[in-house]
C-alpha cells in the first residue's frame, strides 16, 4: 500500500508541477546570410538573440549557414551583426512549435567600411526588398496576410489595406492603384512575369476570387504603387513581386488547413539532406460553395482548386537550380429559373458558365560567377484558357446571345540578368526578356444585347507574337546619406513594330536620422490583351482586323515621399503623385477609353491613339509596427482620376472614387502555456463608386438596363464603410501547433452595388446590389 500511496504522489506531483510551470517550448530559427547584391554567403555573422540571459546566439559557418536552437515560442526579435556591413534587426517574429523558421537575409555593405557596426537598424517593411526602389513600395509578409483583418491569406486583399490602394469589392480581391485600374498591374513570381494569378482572373480584367497559391508557399515579397524600377516592365499602375519560400533542407513538415475556403495540404523538405535540395508542395480544393446558403439565389459561387511547388537543388560548381510552378482551375455558373413568370429582375434572366484556367512554370538557375558578380537566368511557360457563354432569355423565353468567349493565351520566356557589385557605392542590375506570345481566339459577342438578337463582336485569330525587354539600372551612393536610382527600360512590340524607352530615376536624401526626403520620377507603358489588337469586323468577304497598329499605353510617374521614424517601431510617410497618360485607346468621336476597359467591354470601332489620363493624389501612411503585442497602420488617400476620350471631353474614370480611409489595428496576448490568441479589426471609409445614368425611356423600352454613355460615370454612389474582423488562436504543442483563425468582412452589412436591373413585377428599373457579411472560418495544423 505505501508502495502506491507512493506513486500516486509522484504522479500528482509531476501534474502539479506541470500545470503550475509550464515547459518552455522551444523552435529553430535557421539560414543562410548572403551579400545582398552577389549572394555568397558571408562567414562568421554574429547571430543573436535579443533579450536572451544567457546569451543565445550563434555564427555563420564558411558558407554563411547559421542555425539558432532552443529559441523560445512567441514573438523574439535578433539582431546580425558583421564588420564592413549595414546592420540587420528583426523585431517580433513570430515563433511557432509546428514548425522551423527559415530566414536567408541578404547584408548590404556599408558605405564607409571602417568598424563593425552598431546594431540599431530594424528590416523596414515599409521599404522594399528590392533595394534599387525609391518610393511607393513595401515588402509584405505571410504572417500579415494570415493576421490583419480582411486579409483573409490573400496578397491583394492584404494590398488594399495600403496606401494608394482601393478595394474593388466585397466579394473578389481585384484593387485599384492610384486611380488605375487592376489590368494594370505587373505580377511577378521567382522573378519572371506571370499573367494575373487569381481564380477566375478573366471576369474581373486582373482580379479575381482568391489568389491561386497559397499562403503557405510564399516567402516575403514586394509590392509597388508607382515609379518601379528600370527592371520592372508592361505595367501602368503596381507591381507585385512574389517570391515563393524555399522547403526546409533539413526536416520534413507538414501543413493541413480547412475552412469555408478550402481544404489546403502542404509538404516540405529534404530530397537528399547531404545535397541540400528540397521541396515544397501545396494543393489546395475550394469549399466555398459552402456559403451558397447567404447568397441570393441568382449569385453562382464559384468551385477552384489549385496545385503549386518549388524544388530547390545546390549544386558545387553551377550554382542553385530551382523549379516551380503554379495551377489553377476554376469556375462559376447559374441556374436558370425555366418558368418566366419567377423571375423578378432581370439579373434572373441570364444563364452562364464561365471557367479560368492557368499554369505556369519555370526553371531558374542562380549562380555566382566571382566574388563581386551575380547571374540569373530562368527559362518559363505561362498559359490561361479563359470560357465564358453567356446567354440572355427575354420574358418569352427568346435567347440572345450575350457572350461567347473561347480564349487561350500562352507565353514562352527567357530572361536574364547579370548583377554586378563595382564596390560599397556603385552596383549595377542589367537584364534582358525575351517572350513569344501565343493565342488562339474565338470570340463572338454582342455589343448590344437589348436591341441586337445575333452577335456582333468577333475575334478569330490564332497566331504568335514576340516582346523583347531590355533594362539596366544602376545604386549610387553619392554621399552616406544621398543615394540615386538611375536607369532605362525598353520594350519592342512585334505586332505592331513599336519601340519604346523608359527612363527612370529616383533620389534618396536622408535629411537627419530618422528624416528621408525621396523623388522619383519614371516612364511606364503596358500592352493590351491581344484581342484588342486583333479584333475582327465583317466585310464583304470574311473579316478585316482592325488595330494591327495600334500603339501601346504609356505613361509619366512622379512621386516625391517624405519619411518621418516617430520612433523605433513608428514611422510617418506622405507621398504626392501625379500620373500622366498618352497614347490611350479610344473610339473616335466617343466617351470610350481603354482605361476604363473591363473583360466584358465589347465594341467594333477601330481604335486609335488620342486619348490622355490623369492620376493625381496624395497619400498618407502612419504605422506601427507589432511591439509589445500591438501594431496598428493608418492609411489614407486622396486623389482625382481623369480621362479624355474619343471626343476630347475630359471625364472622370470609372476608378474615381476620390479617396480612401483605412484604420487596421491589432492585439496579441502570450498565455502561459505558450498559446497565442489574437484580435485584429479594419475600418474602411471608401468614396462612392462611379456609375452611368440610366436611360430609363430606352430601358423601359426594351425591358433591358441601357446606360447613358453621354454622362459616362458622372452619378457617384455614396460613400461606403466597412468593418473586418478576424480572432486567431494558437495551440503550441512540443511536436505540433495549431491555429483557429476567424475572419468577417462587413459587418456593417455595407450594400456592394452590382448595378441596376429591369424588374418585371413593376415594369421599371430599379438599383441592384449584394448585402452579406462575408465570413472566413479555418482550422490549420503545422507538424
Not at 546569451?55 to 529559441?71: F, H, K, M, W
Not at 542562380?366 to 420574358?395: C, D, E
Request: with cysteine.
Amino acid at each position: 500500500m505505501k508502495v502506491y500511496l507512493k506513486v500516486l504522489f509522484i504522479i500528482l506531483a509531476l501534474c502539479f508541477t506541470n500545470t503550475v510551470f509550464p515547459k518552455q517550448l522551444t523552435q529553430i530559427i535557421k539560414g543562410k546570410i548572403v551579400d545582398s547584391e552577389t549572394q555568397i554567403g558571408l562567414p562568421g555573422v554574429t547571430i543573436m538573440l535579443v533579450g536572451s540571459n544567457p546569451i543565445v546566439g550563434t555564427s555563420a559557418d564558411i558558407d554563411g549557414n547559421y542555425r539558432l536552437e532552443s529559441i523560445p515560442i512567441g514573438r523574439v526579435s535578433l539582431k546580425i551583426s558583421y564588420i564592413g556591413y549595414e546592420p540587420y534587426y528583426i523585431s517580433e517574429l513570430l515563433v511557432n512549435s509546428g514548425k522551423e523558421i527559415v530566414l536567408n537575409i541578404p547584408l548590404k555593405e556599408s558605405f564607409s567600411q571602417l568598424n563593425e557596426v552598431v546594431i540599431t537598424a530594424q528590416l523596414k517593411k515599409e521599404e522594399a526588398i528590392n533595394k534599387m526602389a525609391t518610393v511607393s513600395a513595401r515588402t509584405f509578409s505571410v504572417e500579415d496576410a494570415q493576421r490583419y483583418a480582411g486579409g483573409m491569406d490573400d496578397p491583394s486583399r492584404l494590398a488594399s489595406m495600403f496606401a494608394g490602394v482601393t478595394p474593388s469589392t466585397v466579394d473578389n480581391n481585384e484593387i485599384v492603384i492610384r486611380g488605375n485600374a487592376a489590368k494594370g498591374i505587373l505580377w511577378r513570381l521567382e522573378g519572371v512575369e506571370i499573367p494575373a494569378p487569381n481564380h477566375l482572373a478573366g471576369m474581373f480584367s486582373g482580379g479575381g476570387v482568391n489568389t491561386m497559391f497559397s499562403n503557405n508557399m510564399l516567402a516575403n515579397s514586394d509590392f509597388f504603387t508607382g515609379a518601379f524600377p528600370a527592371e520592372y516592365g508592361n505595367a501602368l499602375s503596381g507591381v507585385f513581386d512574389m517570391n515563393l519560400r524555399t522547403g526546409n533542407t533539413d526536416k520534413r513538415e507538414y501543413a493541413f488547413q480547412v475552412g469555408s475556403q478550402g481544404i489546403d495540404i502542404s509538404a516540405e523538405g529534404p530530397f537528399r539532406k547531404e545535397k541540400r535540395s528540397s521541396y515544397l508542395i501545396n494543393y489546395r480544393y475550394s469549399t466555398i460553395g459552402l456559403l451558397q446558403v447567404l447568397m441570393p439565389d441568382i449569385t453562382g459561387l464559384p468551385t477552384y482548386s489549385d496545385l503549386s511547388f518549388k524544388f530547390n537543388f545546390p549544386t558545387k560548381k553551377m550554382g542553385v537550380f530551382t523549379l516551380w510552378s503554379i495551377n489553377g482551375i476554376g469556375d462559376i455558373a447559374n441556374k436558370l429559373e425555366e418558368d418566366p413568370i419567377q423571375w423578378e429582375t432581370s439579373m434572373e434572366s441570364f444563364k452562364y458558365n464561365i471557367g479560368y484556367d492557368l499554369t505556369a512554370f519555370g526553371l531558374n538557375n542562380k549562380a555566382i560567377l566571382n566574388s563581386k558578380t551575380f547571374l540569373f537566368t530562368s527559362a518559363s511557360f505561362s498559359a490561361t484558357k479563359y470560357a465564358n457563354n453567356n446567354v440572355f432569355y427575354k420574358t418569352n423565353m427568346q435567347e440572345v446571345p450575350v457572350t461567347n468567349q473561347n480564349e487561350i493565351e500562352s507565353k514562352l520566356s527567357f530572361s536574364t540578368y547579370l548583377k554586378h557589385k563595382f564596390n560599397s557605392r556603385h552596383s549595377n542590375k542589367t537584364g534582358l526578356l525575351i517572350n513569344r506570345l501565343g493565342y488562339d481566339y474565338k470570340v463572338a459577342n454582342n455589343t448590344n444585347v437589348a436591341e441586337n438578337s445575333v452577335a456582333d463582336f468577333f475575334v478569330d485569330s490564332k497566331g504568335s507574337t514576340y516582346s523583347y525587354q531590355f533594362y539596366t539600372q544602376s545604386k549610387f551612393y553619392l554621399r552616406e546619406n544621398l543615394n540615386v536610382n538611375a536607369g532605362a527600360h525598353l520594350t519592342y512590340f512585334d505586332l505592331n513594330n513599336e519601340f519604346i524607352v523608359e527612363p527612370r530615376i529616383g533620389i534618396n536624401w536622408k535629411i537627419k536620422p530618422g528624416q528621408k526626403l525621396s523623388v522619383a520620377y519614371g516612364k511606364h507603358s503596358k500592352i493590351e490583351t491581344l484581342r484588342i489588337y486583333r479584333m475582327n469586323v465583317p466585310v464583304n468577304i470574311g473579316f478585316e482586323t482592325l488595330n494591327d497598329n495600334l500603339a501601346i499605353t504609356k505613361s509619366h510617374h512622379f512621386v516625391l515621399s517624405y519619411d518621418l521614424k516617430l520612433n523605433s517601431n513608428t514611422h510617418l510617410k506622405l507621398e504626392p503623385y501625379l500620373q500622366l497618360m498618352y497614347d490611350v485607346p479610344v473610339i473616335a468621336d466617343s466617351s470610350f477609353s481603354m482605361i476604363n476597359f473591363t473583360s466584358e467591354t465589347f465594341f467594333t470601332n477601330q481604335l486609335v491613339n488620342d486619348g490622355t489620363g490623369r492620376n493625381i493624389g496624395i497619400d498618407l501612411t502612419l504605422e506601427r509596427f507589432m511591439s509589445k503585442g500591438f501594431y496598428y497602420l493608418i492609411t489614407a488617400s486622396v486623389y482625382e482620376s481623369k480621362y479624355t476620350g474619343g471626343d476630347g471631353i475630359e471625364r472622370n474614370t470609372k476608378y474615381n472614387q476620390n479617396f480612401v480611409f483605412n484604420v487596421l489595428a491589432g492585439k496579441e496576448w502570450q498565455t502561459k502555456k505558450n498559446h497565442i490568441f489574437g484580435v485584429n479589426t479594419k475600418f474602411t471609409i471608401l468614396g462612392g463608386k462611379r456609375q452611368s445614368p440610366v436611360n430609363y425611356d430606352r430601358s423601359n423600352q426594351f425591358q433591358y438596363v441601357i446606360y447613358d454613355d453621354t454622362q459616362i460615370f458622372e452619378k457617384q454612389l455614396p460613400t461606403s464603410y466597412y468593418v473586418d474582423l478576424s480572432v486567431n488562436y494558437t495551440i503550441n504543442k512540443s511536436k505540433y501547433s495549431q491555429s483557429i483563425i476567424l475572419h468577417a468582412k462587413n459587418l456593417l452589412m455595407q450594400e456592394e452595388s452590382l448595378g441596376y436591373a429591369f424588374n418585371y413585377k413593376t415594369n421599371s428599373v430599379e438599383s441592384y446590389g449584394l448585402t452579406i457579411i462575408f465570413p472566413y472560418i479555418s482550422y490549420k495544423i503545422q507538424f
